[in-house]
Nanobody
Framework: QVQLVESGGGLVQSGGSLRLSCAASGIPFSIATMGWYRQAPGKQRELVAAIGSGGSTNYADSVKGRFTISRDNAKNTVYLQMNNLKPEDTAVYSC???????????WGQGTQVTVSS
């Protein structure tokens, strides 16, 4: 059974920090591309950051320099360190795992991040 379980969301003031975690099970984690997406009310879901199996990363322009994605293959966990948070970062953040041609496309249930001004 595949599970992606996010944690670490919450309410924080503008300028604060949060660290999201996504613990995966039931997938070949070490070969998966892991991503964090977010969806704010009334908006489309967008990619925040992704990390490949080899450690390469990419970020949305809006979070570059503030967010850092990392992975620990020994713990089957991907992290999103979010610094200098802004009210516009408020959204439900979801974890995704995929690797085209080698595994399916899986999603976690999401965790709420709310940044107050």
């Amino acid at each position: 059974q595949v599970q992606l379980v996010e944690s670490g969301g919450g309410l924080v003031q503008s300028g604060g920090s949060l660290r999201l975690s996504c613990a995966a099970s039931g997938i070949p984690f070490s070969i998966a591309t892991m991503g964090w997406y977010r969806q704010a009310p009334g908006k489309q879901r967008e990619l925040v950051a992704a990390i490949g199996s080899g450690g390469s990363t990419n970020y949305a322009d809006s979070v570059k320099g503030r967010f850092t994605i990392s992975r620990d293959n020994a713990k089957n966990t991907v992290y999103l360190q979010m610094n200098n948070l802004k009210p516009e970062d408020t959204a439900v953040y979801s974890c995704n795992a995929h690797r085209r041609g080698l595994m399916g496309d899986y999603w976690g249930q999401g965790t709420q991040v709310t940044v107050s001004s």
